[in-house]
């Protein structure tokens, strides 16, 4: 019987791009989705038995916990891809304040809730992979990008304090902080903006795919890259320092 992967956020973008690669390494996907119901179906029907998507919110804790239990009552869960987020920039004075919190509460919450409940299995078995979707913005400020960027932070700090706790039951937690990549993401935040001008501004002149970031990621699902505690930062040199 295969391995399980569970992706979150696995209709779309890096998600999907994660999904597929995983199955090229024969693990079978459990992927979530919140809202993309007819994407979810689709990509069911393109493989089959191999991969099943689930609606989950990842800011509901009870969701994700029951998610958790239906999964790993028939299926050992080998890794855990935390993908989901959501970024809506906007100013901290001049927006309101619980929706700049939402989107804080979600990004660093839904990863907490995913690794809260498949943690303590992987412990159990003493194995497991834990990769969590991190970005440039963790590192470099942006004007209206303060919640997306505190999220990614926490991130990438929780991942570190995780991996130091995991250790000793051989589970490793890694993270991936990408640059910029071709997605509805960029689509939306090149509106409105010289897009030539963007390109430019970049060492190589051009953005990341969303297969380059799952490439990386199932290295580290594989085992390939043996490591853990790590945030690894991948970009065209945009996620250069200087």
């Not at 028939?74 to 906007?90: I, K, P």
Request: charge should be neutral; glycine fraction near 8%; proline fraction near 2%.
């Amino acid at each position: 019987m295969n391995p399980v992967a569970i992706v979150t956020g696995g209709t779309r973008g890096i998600g999907r791009a994660i999904v597929e690669a995983l199955l090229a390494r024969d693990f079978d996907v459990f992927f979530t989705y919140q809202h993309s119901t007819e994407l979810a179906q689709q990509i069911e029907a393109q493989h089959g038995a191999r991969v099943r998507g689930f609606q989950v919110d990842g800011g509901d804790w009870q969701a994700v916990r029951a998610f958790a239990e239906n999964v790993t009552a028939t299926r050992a869960v080998e890794v855990l891809v935390n993908n989901a987020g959501v970024n809506e920039d906007q100013l901290f004075v001049s927006s309101e304040l619980e929706r700049y919190w939402q989107a804080v509460h979600f990004n660093l919450g839904a990863v907490m809730a995913f690794c809260h409940a498949f943690a303590q299995p992987m412990m159990q078995r003493r194995r497991g992979q834990i990769i969590n979707l991190s970005s440039l913005a963790a590192v470099k400020a942006k004007v209206g990008n303060g919640a997306y960027g505190v999220s990614k932070a926490a991130i990438e700090r929780f991942t570190q304090t995780l991996a130091l706790e995991m250790a000793r039951f051989n589970v490793r937690v890694n993270a991936v902080a990408p640059g910029f990549v071709r997605s509805d993401l960029l689509t939306r935040y090149l509106a409105g903006r010289d897009s030539t001008a963007f390109y430019r501004s970049l060492p190589l002149r051009q953005v990341l795919e969303p297969e380059d970031v799952a490439r990386v990621v199932a290295l580290f699902a594989c085992g390939e890259l043996s490591a853990t505690g790590s945030v690894l930062a991948l970009g065209n040199g945009e996620n250069i320092n200087g």
